[in-house]
């Protein structure tokens, strides 16, 4: 098991292969189908907002976050895929998740030094794995809004890196 605190660096990267466990600690953020695209649409706006966000070195778990708890939502819907170029591409290095994605978006992965995790839908264990959550951008989408959390030791499987996906094995 690797322990990767956040921000992410570009060498800490070069370090992973697809199969390696790893444990996140630090700052995360949560979006998913509805929110992605908002964050895509300020970056090719060149928007100001986008650095507040804090995408170098970051961690995007693909879930929305309610009183529930937290856990994956499927990577490879159309909104949330489209979106991970463009995010690896303003310094995404960790996009977290659960599916497969197509080899068109682990070639982006590739080229921006990024890496997609897979993580098991245990939403109780992700639950106590948090240690504090606000809205960060786009309230107005409730559960589904930009959230960041603090998180202590979630875990994950590298599933696509270097140009490689576990899921062609």
């Known amino acids: ?94 996009h977290l998740g659960k599916g497969s994605l197509s080899s068109k978006t682990i070639e982006a992965l590739h080229s921006f030094n990024s890496v997609f995790v897979v993580t098991p839908p ?6 106590h794995r948090i240690k504090s959550q606000k809205v960060l951008a786009f309230p107005e989408e409730g559960m589904e809004a930009l959230y960041e959390i603090e998180v202590n030791g979630l875990p994950g499987i590298i599933a696509a890196a270097h140009g490689q996906n576990i899921f062609d094995r």
């Open 1 to 94: 098991m690797i322990r990767l605190n956040t921000p992410i660096s570009v060498e800490q990267i070069a370090e992973l292969a697809i199969g390696t466990q790893v444990e996140i600690h630090g700052r995360v953020l949560c979006g998913r189908d509805a929110v992605l695209p908002k964050i895509v649409e300020l970056i090719r706006k060149n928007d100001p907002k986008v650095e507040q966000l804090g995408l170098a070195g970051a961690v995007i778990f693909h879930t929305a976050v309610s009183p529930a708890g937290i856990g994956p939502t499927t990577s490879n819907k159309a909104e949330i895929e489209e979106s991970i170029p463009e995010l690896a591409k303003a310094g995404v290095r960790i």
């Open 122 to 127: 245990v939403t109780a264990l992700f639950s």
